[in-house]
C-alpha cells in the first residue's frame, strides 16, 4: 500500500493558521495566512483568512487591502464570489462589491442560497435592481424554499412593489410558518381590517412556540404589537412591545457608559477651531441627513431626492469608512471612543477627498448626493471639516413621538439603547445636549428641519431646505410616493405620500410611558 502524500507547506501553514485562529491566537493565525499569500498571491481563501484576522488585531488598513486583493482574482466560484462579497460589504466598498457581482459568470448557478445571499448583498449595496434580478432567479431555482421567497418580498418592499411583496412574504410563512423575520416585515404593511385579524392570531400563534430569549422571540413580540397597535388593541400592544423589548435588550446590551464617554470625547475635541474646514472646492455636493432615528429623515432625503439635480444615495456608513481608513480602526457604529481619540491627528483633507471620490461614482452625473445616516451625528464636527462644501440637514421632530417611534421599532444591529424607556430618553438628552453643541462651534453649518412644519407645510419648508443646500425649489420634490428605492424601517409608510396623521401614537399608551414622558419634561428649557 502506497503512503499517503505529505501535506505540502501550504497545506501545513493552512492547517496551523486554523488551528491558531480557533485558539484566538489572531497574531500567530495572521503570520500564517499571510505566508500563503507571499507565496500564492491569488490563493483567494487565504486572503480573505488573512483579511479576518488582521481585523481581529485591529489592523484595519492591511486587512482591507487583503479583501480588496481577494476582490480582483475573479473570476470565482459561486459559493467563494459570496465569501469575497460578504468581506467588501463588511469594508463598505459597495461600489466594487456591485462591479464583481455585475461581472461574475453566474448564468449557470441554480444554487438558491448562493443566489439569495448575492442578492441581499447587492441590496444593502443599494443594487436593488441588480437583487431583483438574482432574487427571481433563486425563487425559481428553489420554489420550495422560503428563504428567496422572503429576500423577493424584501426588496419588492424596497422598491415600492407592494403587491409582489406581500405575495412573497405570505409564501414564505405558508413555506415556513415559524419564519418570524417575514411576519414581522409583513406586520408593517397595510390590509384590510379582516386580514389584519387573522395575521394577529397567526402571530400570536407562532410566538407561543418561540424559543424564549431568542431573536424569533423578539421580532414576533415586535410584529404583534403592531398588528395590535394598528387594531387599536393597545393594551395588548403594550404588552406584547414589553416583551420584545426585554428580549433585545436582553440580546445587546447597551452601555450607557460608553455612549456618555463617546460624546465627552467629540465635545471636548471638536472646538470651534478644531471644525474648521479644509480648504477645497468640490465637484460633487454631499447632502448629509442626520437626526434621531425615526424623526423622519427618510421623508425628507424623498423629498431632496425628487430633485432633478439630486441623487439619493441612501443609508450608508460611507464616511465611516473613511475614518477607519484615516485612523487603522474599524468603527463600532458611526464612530466610537477609539476613532474618536485618532482623529485628533487625522488627514481631514484625505479624508474628505476619499469621501468625494466614492461619493462620484455613486452621483450618476448629478452634483448632489444624499447621505441619509441618522447617528453621523455624532460625526457632524467632522463632517464639515473633511467636506467644506457639504449640507448636513438635522431633521428635529416631537422629542415623545421621536422616543416612543424608537420604542416601538425592531432595530437590527444599531440603537441598543431604545429598548427601555430610561436608556432611550438618556441617550435622546445627550443627543440633543450634542446637537446644541454643534450649533455653538460651527453656527449655519446645520440646518434644523422641523417634522412638523415639513408635514405641515410642505412646500414652504421643502423650499427652505432647497435653498439651504443651494437648490431651485422643484415641485416633483413634494411626491414622495413616487417609484425609486426605499430601503430604510419607513419603506412602507413613505409611500403613502406626505402624510399629517402620523404624531401621537404614544397617547394610548401614557400610562405605561410615564417614566419617558416625565424623563422628557425634566429636559424642557
Known amino acids: 500500500m502506497a503512503s499517503p502524500t505529505p501535506p505540502t507547506r501550504q497545506q501545513r501553514l493552512w492547517q496551523r493558521g486554523n488551528a491558531h485562529a480557533a485558539q484566538?491566537?489572531?497574531q500567530q493565525a495572521a503570520d500564517c495566512f499571510r505566508a500563503i499569500v507571499a507565496h500564492a498571491p491569488d490563493h483567494v481563501p487565504a486572503l480573505l483568512k488573512a483579511s479576518d484576522t488582521l481585523l481581529r488585531l485591529d489592523h484595519y488598513r492591511d486587512a482591507r487591502s487583503h479583501a480588496l486583493r481577494a476582490g480582483e482574482q475573479a473570476p470565482y466560484l459561486p459559493r467563494m464570489l459570496v465569501e469575497v462579497c460578504q468581506r467588501l460589504r463588511m469594508f463598505n466598498e459597495t461600489r466594487r462589491l456591485r462591479?464583481?457581482?455585475g461581472d461574475a459568470s453566474l448564468e449557470d448557478c441554480d444554487d438558491a442560497d448562493v443566489l439569495t445571499e448575492l442578492a441581499s448583498l447587492l441590496s444593502s449595496a443599494g443594487d436593488h435592481a441588480g437583487a431583483r434580478s438574482l432574487i427571481d432567479r433563486a425563487v425559481l431555482a428553489a420554489p420550495a424554499n422560503p428563504k428567496p421567497h422572503y429576500m423577493r418580498g424584501v426588496i419588492a418592499l424596497f422598491q415600492g412593489d407592494m403587491a409582489c411583496a406581500r405575495q412573497d412574504l405570505e409564501l414564505c410563512v405558508r413555506l415556513a410558518p415559524g419564519f418570524a423575520q417575514a411576519h414581522w416585515v409583513l406586520s408593517g404593511l397595510d390590509r384590510s381590517e379582516g386580514d389584519r385579524q387573522d395575521d394577529t392570531e397567526r402571530v400570536r400563534t407562532n410566538l407561543s412556540r418561540a424559543s424564549p430569549g431568542t431573536l424569533a422571540e423578539a421580532y414576533l413580540a415586535f410584529a404583534l404589537h403592531n398588528e395590535l397597535h394598528a387594531s387599536g388593541r393597545h393594551e395588548e400592544a403594550w404588552q406584547a412591545l414589553l416583551r420584545g423589548c426585554s428580549v433585545k435588550r436582553r440580546l445587546g446590551r447597551h452601555d450607557p457608559r460608553r455612549v456618555e464617554a463617546l460624546f465627552a470625547k467629540v465635545r471636548s475635541l471638536c472646538t470651534a477651531e478644531f471644525v474648521r474646514p479644509v480648504v477645497r472646492d468640490d465637484d460633487v455636493t454631499p447632502i448629509f441627513i442626520i437626526g434621531m432615528h425615526r424623526s423622519g429623515t427618510?421623508?425628507?432625503?424623498?423629498?431632496?431626492?425628487?430633485?432633478?439635480?439630486?441623487t439619493d444615495g441612501g443609508e450608508t456608513y460611507g464616511f465611516t469608512a473613511q475614518l477607519d481608513i484615516a485612523v487603522d480602526h474599524k468603527t463600532s457604529g458611526a464612530l466610537d471612543v477609539v476613532t474618536a481619540d485618532r482623529l485628533a491627528d487625522?488627514?481631514?483633507e484625505a479624508i474628505g477627498r476619499s469621501f468625494i471620490e466614492e461619493l462620484r461614482a455613486h452621483a450618476?452625473?448629478?452634483p448632489f448626493v444624499t447621505e441619509k445616516l441618522p447617528p453621523n451625528l455624532v460625526n457632524a464636527g467632522f463632517i464639515a471639516k473633511a467636506l467644506p462644501n457639504a449640507r448636513i440637514l438635522h431633521m428635529v421632530r416631537d422629542p415623545r413621538d421621536t422616543c416612543f417611534s424608537n420604542l416601538r421599532t425592531y432595530f437590527n444591529r444599531t440603537a441598543a439603547y431604545s429598548y427601555d424607556q430610561l436608556e432611550l430618553t438618556d441617550y435622546y438628552r445627550q443627543y440633543r445636549?450634542?446637537?446644541r453643541h454643534w450649533h455653538a462651534v460651527m453656527p449655519g453649518r446645520i440646518l434644523d428641519v422641523d417634522y412638523d412644519e415639513l408635514v405641515a407645510h410642505p412646500e414652504a419648508t421643502a423650499s427652505k431646505v432647497l435653498a439651504f443646500c443651494g437648490l431651485p425649489f422643484e415641485p416633483g420634490t413634494l411626491s414622495v410616493g413616487r417609484q425609486g428605492?426605499?430601503?430604510t424601517a419607513s419603506s412602507a409608510y413613505v409611500r403613502s405620500g406626505i402624510l399629517r396623521n402620523r404624531g401621537a401614537a404614544w397617547k394610548p399608551y401614557a400610562d405605561h410611558l410615564r417614566p419617558m414622558l416625565d424623563a422628557l419634561?425634566?429636559?424642557e428649557g
Open 485 to 487: 428605492a426605499v430601503a
Open 433 to 435: 445636549d450634542l446637537m
Open 99 to 101: 462591479d464583481i457581482v
Open 521 to 523: 419634561k425634566d429636559m
Open 24 to 26: 484566538l491566537q489572531w
Open 364 to 366: 450618476a452625473g448629478r
Open 346 to 348: 487625522a488627514d481631514f
Open 298 to 310: 427618510t421623508l425628507l432625503e424623498r423629498i431632496l431626492a425628487g430633485h432633478s439635480q439630486v
